[in-house]
Every structure is written in structure tokens, then in C-alpha cells.
T-cell receptor, first 115, second 114 residues
């Protein structure tokens, strides 16, 4: 079965510094990978996705993600963090092993950006 | 504006009671989903529906039921058979059957069993 792992429960970074939120995946076949953000007591908002093509994917709010096939990773990055980026971030992979292609989520990483 | 509307935002229930969470979308999406979110566990799929009048169980369907009588609506009933129903429930939809489409989420409903 397809799966993703987010090895860090929380990431702390100072405002203005670069941030990285890690995600590794396990799939059979082509990986279809997604990043979402969730603010407290809100739904998930789509940030970006990797389907094919360039390994560097640009998304909303200045976020980008780097797809690395050899390391089976899809880390989320931002060059300069903002306090307002503090939220819960989810990595997800599309499970294409069955007829229904559900989205499988990681356990989430809480990002805390300090002023 | 197009989007997904979930109601109520907060709901309290006594043990032994059934409750129904509403999910309405005006995005003209064919596929709709219900996820459950618990702290530290990510999102787990309860039920999904790819077309009207058809739905399938997800990974944790026991104690839940759904219907899909209209394209716009996908209500979730949490029955008394659900052993631990206190959670944050998220409804989502997508307009593509293939693997490349992202899901759009509602704002969620928080259910607390007293």
C-alpha cells in the first residue's frame, strides 16, 4: 500500500529563516504527492502537488517542494518563514494500487515560527 | 463563492445518540469524501462517493453511515455503534477521477460526546 511518513512532530524556526518540513513516501508505480496546511479548527488548504516533470514544485504562499526520487522524499520548503506560517502541515500520496485512488495522509508536522 | 459547507461547526452528543453532519458543495464535483482527524493520527478515510447513489466504505467505516442522493450533498451519520466518536470530521470533494486532482476541504465539524 502507498504511504507517507512525516518524521518530525514539530519544527521550530525563527522568522526570516528558511524552513523545511520533511516527508518521505512509499509507493508502487508513479508517485502523486501533495502538501496541505491546516490552521486551528479549520479545514485543510491545498498548497502544491507533484505529478510529473520538474522536481521543484512551486505552490501557494511562497512554498515550494522538492521531489527526490532516489531518496523517496518530497520535502516542503520556504526561503523565509513568517510567523503566520505557523500551522499544521500534512503530506499526502495518492494510492493508485486499488480501483479507487484515495488520498493517504501523513500524521502531520506542526510548524512553529517564532518572531 | 464556490466551496464546501459543513454544519454544524461544533456538536455535542450524549452517549447512545445518533448525529448527522451535513456536507454541501457547489463546486459541481462528482467525488466526495469524509475523513476523521484525531490528534497525532492524521486523517483517516471513513466513506467516499464517486457518483450519486453510490458510496463505498473507507478504512474506518464501522459505526458510520452515509447517503448520496444528490450530487451536492453527502451527509454523514455517526451512530451509537461508533465506540469513540469524539473527533474532528472533514468533508472533501474533487472534480477528477484520476490520481492528479487535489481535494478541496470544508471547514470541519467538531463532535464531542459527553
Amino acid at each position: 500500500a502507498q504511504s507517507v511518513a512525516q518524521p518530525e512532530d514539530q519544527v521550530n524556526v525563527a522568522e526570516g529563516n528558511p524552513l523545511t518540513v520533511k516527508c518521505t513516501y512509499s509507493v508502487s508505480g508513479n508517485p502523486y504527492l501533495f502538501w496541505y496546511v491546516q490552521y486551528p479548527n479549520r479545514g485543510l488548504q491545498f498548497l502544491l502537488k507533484y505529478i510529473t516533470g520538474d522536481n521543484l514544485v512551486k505552490g501557494s504562499y511562497g512554498f515550494e517542494a522538492e521531489f527526490n526520487k532516489s531518496q523517496t522524499s518530497f520535502h516542503l520548503k520556504k526561503p523565509s518563514a513568517l510567523v503566520s506560517d505557523s500551522a499544521l502541515y500534512f503530506c499526502a500520496v495518492r494510492d493508485v494500487s486499488t480501483g479507487f485512488q484515495k488520498l493517504v495522509f501523513g500524521t502531520g508536522t506542526r510548524l512553529l515560527v517564532s518572531p | 463563492d464556490g466551496g464546501i459547507t459543513q454544519s454544524p461547526k461544533y456538536l455535542f452528543r450524549k452517549e447512545g445518540q445518533n448525529v448527522t453532519l451535513s456536507c454541501e458543495q457547489n463546486l459541481n464535483h462528482d467525488a466526495m469524501y469524509w475523513y476523521r482527524q484525531d490528534p497525532g493520527q492524521g486523517l483517516r478515510l471513513i466513506y467516499y462517493s464517486q457518483i450519486v447513489n453510490d458510496f463505498q466504505k473507507g478504512d474506518i467505516a464501522e459505526g458510520y453511515s452515509v447517503s448520496r442522493e444528490k450530487k451536492e450533498s453527502f451527509p454523514l451519520t455517526v451512530t451509537s455503534a461508533q465506540k469513540n466518536p469524539t473527533a474532528f470530521y472533514l468533508c472533501a470533494s474533487t472534480n477528477r477521477d484520476g490520481p492528479t486532482g487535489e481535494l478541496f476541504f470544508g471547514e470541519g465539524s467538531r463532535l464531542t460526546v459527553l
